[in-house]
């Protein structure tokens, strides 16, 4: 049996019976806090980075963690994103790149996806994060530039979100607040995107005020 096959049976005899309050409340509904869009790479466990539970997150993975911009196409993401939006009415999107992203690796060397040609199509969307990251990261050396690369590709996948008619509209009606992150799977860091600042800083200083609330209600139940 293969590993994850044997994982659910161990899961439905001991982690669902000890959830099962959980599960009840589960089958009712769903009401996520955030629709989550990151890149598919194995390394990245949304549940165990963000200590949430089922049901928290309505996740949508893609290799890059990418977002086409809205075009009159329809598409697995730009569905996922409609129905985040209007019909679970997600009070957050957060978009989550990574280090070591293959596929911006692969974004920043097209050339050599040649064998990979939807590969290659999808990794265009990065585009204008490469060509700004070739432009401005050129003095710097080649980890920093593709650290650029992946912050460069969240900002880019931010602005394409706001193309899409569903996310427009939440943003104009104010309810709906963007987030940009990049995880770093080496040493558990996440940076936040800070728009007004121009700068990424980290998870605990972005959000220091509602972290410390969040934290003191959890402490008082
Ligand atoms: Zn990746």
Avoid at 150 to 167: D, F, G, R
Wanted: aromatic share 6%; charged share 20%; glycine share 8%.
């Amino acid at each position: 049996m293969p590993k994850f096959a044997a994982g659910v049976v161990k899961f439905q005899q001991e982690v669902f019976p000890d959830n099962a309050e959980l599960f009840e409340k589960l089958a009712q509904g769903q009401s996520p806090e955030a629709l989550f869009i990151t890149c598919s790479d194995s390394r990245i466990e949304t549940g165990m980075l963000t200590q949430s539970q089922p049901g928290d997150l309505f996740i949508v993975r893609n290799a890059g963690n990418i977002v086409p911009p809205h075009t009159l196409e329809t598409g697995g993401t730009t569905a996922a994103i409609e129905f985040a939006c209007t019909a679970l009415n997600v009070p957050h999107i957060v978009i989550c790149g990574h280090t070591q992203c293959g596929a911006m690796h692969g974004a920043m060397h097209l050339e050599g996806l040649g064998a990979l040609p939807h590969v290659r199509n999808w990794l265009s969307y990065a585009r204008a994060a490469v060509e700004i990251t070739n432009e401005l990261g050129k003095d710097l050396d080649e980890r920093a530039r593709g650290l650029m690369l992946l912050e460069q590709n969240v900002i880019l996948q931010l602005t394409h979100l706001k193309t899409h008619p569903a996310v427009a509209v939440r943003l104009a009606r104010g309810d709906l607040r963007l987030h940009g992150w990049v995880y770093d799977i080496a040493d558990g860091e996440v940076n936040a995107w800070d728009e007004a600042r121009n700068r990424f800083e980290p998870v605990s200083q972005r959000y220091a005020a509602e972290v410390a609330k969040h934290l003191a209600l959890h402490t008082h139940t």
